[in-house]
């Protein structure tokens, strides 16, 4: 389930999430993936439930983002997230940034 989103891009995943409104800071070509997975989420009891499908890339992040997931949007774009209590909290879209 989804706890909370982080307002990191002003309130617009929100309101993509809620209203479906779209916004510049969310790429077209993302905004069906990324409403399937917030749905995803949104659905999700367990964190075990994240795994599935495999096209997820559902991993427990390391480094300075220890503590916080991520699921791949698309080859660019994860959704970060906290996983506690069954629930995603401050989750956000990043522009993943390969090095």
């Known amino acids: 389930m989804i706890g909370s989103f ?9 309101a993509f999430y809620v209203h479906g409104t779209r916004s510049a800071q969310i790429p077209a070509i993302i905004e069906k993936p990324l409403r399937r997975k917030l749905s995803l989420l ?6 075990k ?6 096209g997820n890339n559902y991993e427990r992040l390391q480094g300075n983002l220890a ?5 791949r949007v698309s080859i660019q774009w994860r959704l970060i997230f906290r996983w506690r209590d ?5 989750i956000y879209l990043d522009p993943h940034k390969y090095r």
């Open 42 to 47: 949104a659905a999700a009891s367990s964190e």
């Open 6 to 14: 982080k307002d990191s891009q002003n309130g617009e995943l929100v």
């Open 67 to 71: 503590g916080w997931s991520s699921i």
């Open 49 to 54: 439930s994240l795994f599935s499908p495999p």
């Open 86 to 90: 069954g629930h995603a909290y401050d």
